[in-house]
């Protein structure tokens, strides 16, 4: 079975910390994602890369930065964090190629909660 | 850019019966995917059903079909004879065709849905 393993189901941070949000995934995906859920608002894209030290801004990059030195693993990084940023994170990979990529695998989320 | 409109935040059925929860969206792709997960209480997204849009015939997956209708932009999601696990949260998604599927799935808000002893 295909497994996406984030680091932390829960966090507490301060504002102004630097929080690195670490994603590892065990099935040799390209594509890598970064995703925000918040009540109300479904999930959105942060920023997702397709290739080792490729990456894209998704639809909410404000506030985020993301690293990719080794294909398996995809970190988000809060540079300084707000409360604003207080939410929860889903990490996803899918293969590239039809009809591989159409299905996203999703590890469990980190709930980030920051005072 | 594409959008996914789920107009139903909550539902609550009674177990065994069948519940169809909704999705709109709206996009200028002519061939894209479209998606039904589930995320339960323990956040684990699983995806229940996709949908090819070049596809005429409506996806099913045991107790789970859509009714996809390219023309309106719609794509409901059927669940038969409801049961206790299926309560969970339940997004509606869209991706664009080609591009490898980097870029990612587009999410609708999300429907609550509670089956009911």
């Known amino acids: 079975d295909v497994k996406v393993t984030q680091s932390s189901r829960y966090l507490v941070k301060r504002t102004g910390e630097k929080v690195f949000l670490e994603c590892v995934q065990d099935?040799?995906?390209?594509?890598m994602f970064w995703y925000r859920q918040d009540p109300g608002l479904g999930l959105r894209l942060i920023y997702f890369s397709y290739d080792v030290k490729m990456k894209e801004k998704g639809d909410i990059p404000e506030g985020y930065s993301v690293s990719r030195e080794k294909k398996e693993r995809f970190s988000l990084i809060l540079e300084s964090a707000s409360t604003n940023q207080t939410s929860m994170y889903l990490c996803?990979?899918?293969?590239?190629?039809?009809?591989?990529?159409?299905?996203?695998?999703f590890g469990q989320g980190t709930r980030l909660t920051v005072v | 850019a594409q959008t996914v409109t789920q107009s139903q935040p909550e539902m609550s059925v009674q177990e065994a019966e069948t519940v169809t929860l909704s999705c709109t969206y709206d996009t200028s792709e002519s061939n894209y995917y479209l998606f039904w997960y589930k995320q339960p209480p323990s956040r684990q997204m699983i995806l229940v059903i996709r949908?090819?849009?070049?596809?005429?015939q409506n996806a099913t997956e045991n107790r789970f079909s859509v009714n996809f209708q390219k023309a309106a932009k719609s794509f409901s999601l059927k669940i038969s004879d409801s049961q206790l696990g299926d309560t969970a949260m339940y997004f509606c998604?869209?991706?664009?065709?080609?591009?490898?599927?980097?870029?990612?799935?587009?999410f609708g808000k999300g429907t609550h849905l509670i089956i009911q002893p």
């Open positions: 996803a990979s899918s293969l590239v190629g039809q009809p591989m990529n159409t299905e996203a695998f």
């Open positions: 949908q090819e849009a070049y596809k005429q």
């Open positions: 099935m040799d995906h390209e594509n």
């Open positions: 998604a869209f991706m664009k065709n080609g591009g490898g599927g980097a870029d990612g799935l587009t």
